[in-house]
């Protein structure tokens, strides 16, 4: 017969090996899409409002290792706070409209947010968006990418890379042959504009975030981690997509495991959880901190 006290510490003699072999199938300690996981600050933009610091602290203490800010042009405060809670920067958003409409009043002036961008010490810079009005035709993303080269070339000049940030819009025909992001993938010079891929706009955009990946190679030098709620369907305007779309990592119908294979196969630099919804953004990052914790690959 075994006594109650013997089988209570049995039990915790299991329950302890078996957590300790749950660690082993983690993805490797050194892994850098587990240890050098970033998020997207766009997730906690209205947090971020009330309470900067606190927020802060709340993203170090859900165990990521790095934040990309939302607007490199006097992002030094926020970048500056993150260092403090032991959070890297490397990556921010640039203002759309410097790139496509540089000459439009009140438009951050490019020499600036390179200045900025390089006093907080980044590595990329994002061009994150196409407002209307500047999308909708063959010549408007001919435009879009012809700015972006001569942007990206003085990004590289400055020590810093330009990375395009697709949403859902580019990935509509253009003609029946082709589509924005086509355009902008053939017409990007890939020494001067790489590519940060969000597979979740490019699955409401209709495509296949693997096999995009797959298509862009070596080109991309980031990834934007978010799930799609199954059945969501193709959008291709940003504004109609349901707030129920957006999922955390591991929660919708992105498979994961094999998109980051790949990514890691290819070489992809860094890899941020971002959510542009959720109706409790602080439990979603930290839902998705976890999932990639665990992931086995």
């Given at each position: 017969?075994?006594?109650?006290?013997?089988?209570?510490?049995?039990?915790?003699?299991?329950?302890?090996?078996c957590l300790a072999s749950r660690?082993?199938?983690?993805?490797?300690?050194?892994?850098?899409?587990?240890?050098?996981?970033?998020?997207?600050?766009?997730?906690l933009?209205?947090?971020l409002?009330?309470?900067?610091?606190g927020?802060?602290?709340?993203v170090?203490?859900?165990?990521?290792?790095?934040?990309?800010?939302?607007d490199a042009?006097?992002?030094?405060e926020?970048?500056n706070?993150a260092?403090?809670?032991?959070l890297?920067?490397?990556?921010?958003?640039?203002?759309?409209r410097?790139?496509?409409?540089?000459?439009?009043?009140?438009?951050?002036?490019?020499?600036?947010?390179?200045?900025?961008?390089?006093?907080?010490?980044?590595?990329?810079?994002v061009?994150?968006?196409?407002g209307?009005?500047?999308?909708?035709?063959?010549?408007h993303f001919?435009?879009i990418a012809?700015?972006?080269?001569?942007v990206?070339?003085?990004?590289?000049?400055?020590g810093?890379?330009l990375?395009?940030?697709?949403?859902s819009?580019?990935?509509q025909p253009?003609?029946p042959?082709?589509?924005?992001?086509?355009?902008?993938?053939?017409?990007f010079?890939?020494?001067?504009?790489s590519?940060?891929?969000?597979v979740?706009w490019?699955a409401?955009?209709?495509?296949?975030?693997?096999?995009?990946l797959?298509?862009?190679?070596d080109r991309?030098?980031?990834?934007?981690?978010?799930?799609?709620?199954?059945?969501?369907?193709?959008i291709?305007?940003e504004?109609?997509v349901?707030?129920n779309?957006?999922?955390?990592?591991?929660?919708?119908s992105i498979d994961?495991?094999?998109?980051?294979?790949?990514?890691?196969?290819?070489g992809v630099d860094q890899?941020?959880?971002?959510?542009?919804?959720?109706p409790?953004?602080?439990?979603s990052?930290?839902?998705?901190?976890?999932?990639?914790?665990?992931?086995?690959?």
């Amino acid at each position: 017969m075994v006594h109650r006290r013997q089988f209570l510490q049995w039990s915790t003699l299991a329950a302890t090996t078996c957590l300790a072999s749950r660690s082993f199938a983690w993805l490797p300690e050194n892994h850098r899409y587990r240890k050098q996981l970033g998020l997207q600050l766009y997730t906690l933009r209205n947090q971020l409002t009330e309470d900067r610091a606190g927020t802060i602290a709340k993203v170090a203490a859900a165990g990521y290792y790095q934040v990309e800010l939302m607007d490199a042009f006097q992002g030094q405060e926020i970048a500056n706070l993150a260092k403090e809670h032991g959070l890297a920067v490397t990556s921010a958003f640039l203002d759309w409209r410097t790139v496509v409409t540089p000459n439009e009043d009140g438009v951050p002036p490019l020499d600036e947010v390179i200045e900025d961008a390089k006093e907080i010490g980044l590595k990329y810079l994002v061009f994150g968006y196409v407002g209307k009005g500047h999308r909708e035709t063959m010549e408007h993303f001919q435009n879009i990418a012809e700015r972006a080269n001569t942007v990206g070339e003085k990004v590289t000049a400055a020590g810093m890379k330009l990375c395009y940030h697709n949403h859902s819009f580019e990935f509509q025909p253009l003609t029946p042959e082709t589509n924005g992001y086509e355009v902008l993938q053939e017409r990007f010079d890939p020494k001067f504009v790489s590519f940060e891929l969000d597979v979740f706009w490019a699955a409401v955009g209709g495509w296949s975030p693997i096999e995009t990946l797959r298509r862009l190679g070596d080109r991309v030098t980031q990834l934007h981690l978010k799930d799609v709620k199954p059945g969501t369907g193709t959008i291709y305007d940003e504004g109609m997509v349901p707030e129920n779309a957006f999922q955390e990592v591991g929660d919708g119908s992105i498979d994961f495991r094999e998109l980051l294979k790949l990514a890691e196969e290819l070489g992809v630099d860094q890899c941020h959880v971002e959510q542009d919804q959720s109706p409790a953004p602080l439990d979603s990052i930290v839902q998705s901190h976890r999932y990639m914790r665990d992931l086995d690959l």
